[in-house]
């Protein structure tokens, strides 16, 4: 897997917190890799529209999953971004509260995946992406369900990553008043008990993830 | 607080899965009720920029968190999208694989605040979206900081909501084949253990959130 160092244009350079700003091509790949959705945002009628979206990342391409009915699919300058909250800030100010997260903002043009072979690489990640271990067990598609799916390639050259990951960070006097507690409060995420909809047993890339 | 039904526009009317389209009122608050951040599209040199933004809403308002050497803080069309995932759904293909959640978008222009008194209730609104009791807790703005404080209000007249909450859903023949499990993986959130940056103990707003 080939790895690109993230190179910030004018419109990917971390403008507010820059202490946050990461520039290691590595935080991108975590942040991409750790999130369940990305949300996608593009031009509909001259205005923003976001929409949640399934994706998965292959090395320097990120896959977006649509369909032939959806208004996201036309060409067009695209902008993904996919954030985790990590925790809430619980500051001695309200001013101060904020949270501890990951975001990546990937900025480009996406490109129709036309080529049959790359279509089926782009769903494979996409799908292992959502659920590993699923494209080694479930029916793979079959012609007339890759007809009717849209997938979309967008290349990872123009990206920005900001982590904050730290204590409150108060004023000086708020600290010495001392008159209201300051922390973090984690925001976990994790899984309940799978629910079966099929009399086979819940199979072990289920169980274990 | 009053409710006004949604509207849907032809940018709010859902094409894709109208079976998942919810028109009460009711869903929208609760989505927005629930979800830690909005994802902020906006327009920046033509092309939409996305970006992980705190929120809270005051009956048909939603307020924005934003500062004044942000990008995202000019005027113009702006959408909100708040999404809440569920659950990864695992289908007998790997074409049903999908995702139980809850979405809302919001379209509209967004509105600077500028009375104070408003400028107030919006961030009041903010911080107990994001910390509920801080505001009775912690020290409120003084006046530096709410000049330096960008707060955007949003009429909640154009948006849409859309949820999935089903098992999966495969084609007969794959339920007929049973040849791979299928079922719904609860995804969870919660809070872990507060980590305390300050003497005071730890207050019961946060403990018992």
Chains 1, 2 share one sequence.
Request: proline share 8%.
């Amino acid at each position: 897997m080939s790895r690109t160092p993230l190179s910030p244009t004018p419109r990917t350079v971390v403008n507010r917190h820059r202490e946050r700003a990461a520039t290691d091509r590595a935080a991108l790949d975590d942040v991409l890799d750790s999130a369940l959705i990305c949300h996608l945002g593009v031009l509909f009628d001259g205005a923003p529209v976001v929409l949640p979206t399934g994706y998965g990342r292959d090395g320097d391409t990120l896959y977006l999953h649509g369909s032939t009915g959806s208004r996201s699919m036309g060409p067009g300058p695209v902008c993904v971004t996919v954030t985790i909250v990590d925790g809430i800030i619980y500051a001695r100010s309200v001013m101060h509260h904020s949270m501890n997260y990951r975001s990546a903002v990937v900025l480009g043009t996406t490109r129709l995946v036309d080529d049959p072979e790359e279509k089926l690489r782009g769903l494979e990640v996409i799908t292992e992406h959502l659920a590993p271990g699923s494209w080694g067990h479930a029916r793979l598609p079959n012609k007339k369900e890759l007809a009717a799916t849209v997938v979309l390639a967008l290349d990872l050259t123009e990206a920005s990553v900001k982590i904050r990951n730290a204590p409150p960070n108060d004023e000086d006097f708020d600290v010495e008043a001392n008159t209201a507690w300051a922390g973090v409060l984690p925001v976990t995420t994790g899984w309940g008990v799978p629910e079966s909809a099929s009399p086979l047993p819940v199979p072990e890339h289920v169980l274990k993830r």
